[in-house]
């Protein structure tokens, strides 16, 4: 395939490493040349996510836009959409992006908008989920990648991985592991979307 047609934007608010596995994977399964992808801009709305800077380093555009500079969210999200729109994305994915989402960016980008989270939803939407699955005495505890409706951490479940919670287990050692299984399944995701998107166009 010739050119570059469909750009993916991802949102970040912290390290950003989802966002650097997507990227290294782009790169080694040839997404360019396989379905004329690209990551094309990561977006932060804080200006010191570590994630920019490798963004920057890889020759990616990167934006800041700080959400306290704005009155609500309807102007945060307003400005975000045309920061994003710049790039005419096939894909908005949502890696550790920790703000939530107005009803009308999520119907803007609606089909096209993915989210990973640290729980294996529906379990634990929200916050803090490693330490509430550690708290029930969960056995299993794991990562889901799904589509972003106007609710919050629900949306058809695209993909997810299990890891164990083992004794002594705190909040930290569990996101590490279950961390690692999320730069798995996070970047296969979005992968699979793109050959979805190249087949349909096909038609
Ligand atoms: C990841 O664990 C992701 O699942 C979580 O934030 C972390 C971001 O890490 N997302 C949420 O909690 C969303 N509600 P990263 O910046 O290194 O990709």
Redesign the pocket.
């Known amino acids: 395939m010739s050119g570059v047609n469909k750009n993916i934007v991802i949102l970040?608010?912290?390290?950003?490493?989802?966002?650097a596995a997507i990227v290294k994977t782009a790169q080694k399964h040839h997404w360019r040349e396989q379905f004329g992808a690209r990551v094309a801009a990561v977006i932060s709305n804080k200006a010191q996510a570590k994630?920019l800077e490798f963004a920057h380093e890889q020759g990616i555009a990167t934006a800041v836009l700080d959400h306290k500079a704005f009155a609500n969210r309807e102007a945060f999200d307003a400005e975000l959409m045309t920061a994003i729109d710049r790039h005419a994305p096939a894909l908005v994915v949502?890696?550790?992006?920790?703000r939530i989402l107005t009803p009308g960016f999520v119907q803007h980008y609606a089909g096209r908008l993915i989210?990973?989270?640290?729980s294996l939803l529906p379990a634990f939407t929200g916050?803090n989920?490693h330490q509430r699955a550690i708290d029930m005495g969960c056995k299993f505890a794991g990562?889901t990648v799904h589509r972003v409706t106007a609710e919050l951490?629900h949306g058809d479940i695209l993909d997810q991985a299990v890891v164990p919670v083992l004794p002594g287990d705190t909040a930290q050692t569990l996101?590490a592991r279950?961390?690692t299984q999320?730069h798995i399944i996070y970047p296969r995701t979005v992968e699979r979307l793109l050959g979805e998107i190249a087949s349909s166009i096909k038609g």
Do not use: Q, R
Not at 94 to 98: D, I, N
Not at 115 to 118: A, G, Q
């Open positions: 970040i608010s912290g390290s950003g490493s989802n966002m994630g949502l890696a550790g992006f920790m989210n990973i989270h640290p916050l989920t990562v951490d996101a279950a961390l999320e």
